[in-house]
């Protein structure tokens, strides 16, 4: 049977009184906005006022998707293994920010093609197969298959945790995972497939048109249930979309925030959501991508986006990017002064 975790509400008394700290600092009332918010919710979630977030990590799972042998990616499949190399030898975007941000980038063989891996630091083979199957032809998984992602992406977070991980940053790669993604929003939200489903990697109008048929293809035949998580995944999903659900799973029953990056974590988070609903309060999203999609997915959550940079990368990079405003919101709460410390008169000395 699997094991979904218990997940704790938020502590919305120890979010009071943290936004009462903040309106004593010397500033008007609410005067930093999305900085406040962040400050606020970390708060609930941890049950801390006093929270830190200095040891960060970015979980990047990879693995490739038989839907992509249909033309719906610009790259061909060998791309997802030549950069989950290019993760291992620290050379990638997300290396870079995440460098940057004092986060430690993990990466994840969810289903990646050919040999295994060597073995690494900060790396983890979680292998349910090279690839899922396309899922133009039947299931891209199974459902034991599905089960198996999250449990993976769990005992990876519980290893982090373990580690000392404070916030976790979602990230992927997998050619035709966007793919995958457009299909899991359209069986969960309710919405088209055309609406949710943009250029990707950089496709034309008449590649997007003819991505659009090939997912719309795929949910007529496999009718995924979008309000049983598992079916969904298991039906049209990716491996790596299944271990990033399970990490968010994880992650939230521990009361670890967890930092959205782009419209493929959107999807392991929708996942996440049918399987435990009370996992979206640990949910931050990094950004908005600038694939169409996303946009609706982030509605759906009930999330609004710390950044839009129109990026579409993914790799977590906008999630990590966005981590430098929680570095913010905890410089705020802990070095700010007080209008009593400082010597400065509030509003209500006027009053």
């Not at 919710?41 to 490739?64: C, F, H, N, P, S």
């Not at 373990?162 to 979602?170: F, H, V």
């Not at 999203?285 to 609004?304: F, I, K, M, P």
């Not at 990590?320 to 009593?340: G, P, Q």
Request: proline share 4%; glycine share 12%.
């Amino acid at each position: 049977m699997l094991y979904i975790p218990t997940i704790p509400g938020r502590d919305e008394s120890v979010a009071l009184r943290m936004q009462q700290t903040l309106d004593r600092k010397t500033k008007p009332l609410g005067s930093l906005g999305r900085l406040e918010e962040i400050a606020v919710a970390i708060a609930a979630m941890t049950g801390r006022e006093d929270w830190t977030m200095q040891r960060k990590a970015v979980l990047v799972a990879a693995a490739d998707h038989g839907v992509s042998a249909r033309g719906v990616s610009l790259y061909p499949s060998e791309v997802t293994r030549q950069m989950v190399l290019n993760f291992r030898a620290g050379g990638a975007a997300v290396n870079v920010l995440g460098r940057l941000a004092g986060a430690e980038v993990v990466v994840v063989d969810a289903g990646v093609r050919g040999e295994p891996f060597a073995p690494a630091g900060g790396f983890w083979d979680c292998r349910q197969g090279p690839g899922t199957r396309d899922m133009t032809t039947g299931p891209a998984m199974t459902r034991t298959q599905a089960e198996a992602c999250l449990t993976s992406g769990s005992e990876v977070f519980r290893s982090l945790h373990a580690a000392g991980c404070q916030i976790l940053a979602t990230g992927d790669m997998g050619i035709g995972n966007t793919t995958a993604s457009s299909a899991i929003a359209a069986a969960v939200t309710g919405r088209s497939v055309d609406e949710l489903t943009g250029p990707g990697t950089g496709l034309g109008e008449s590649a997007r048109v003819q991505k659009v048929a090939v997912i719309e293809q795929a949910l007529a035949l496999n009718r995924p249930d979008g309000t049983d998580g598992l079916d969904t995944l298991a039906k049209v999903g990716g491996f790596e979309i299944g271990v990033l659900a399970g990490a968010m799973l994880e992650a939230a029953s521990r009361r670890v925030p967890v930092m959205l990056d782009g419209f493929i974590s959107g999807a392991a988070a929708l996942i996440a959501a049918r399987v435990a609903p009370a996992c979206k309060s640990y949910f931050l999203a990094g950004h908005q991508s600038a694939e169409g999609g996303h946009r609706y997915v982030l509605e759906h959550l009930g999330l609004r986006p710390l950044l839009q940079l129109d990026m579409r990368l993914g790799e977590g990079t906008g999630a990590v990017l966005a981590l430098h405003l929680v570095d913010a919101a905890e410089r705020i709460v802990r070095e700010m002064a007080t209008f009593e410390s400082a010597g400065v008169s509030d509003a209500s000395s006027k009053r």
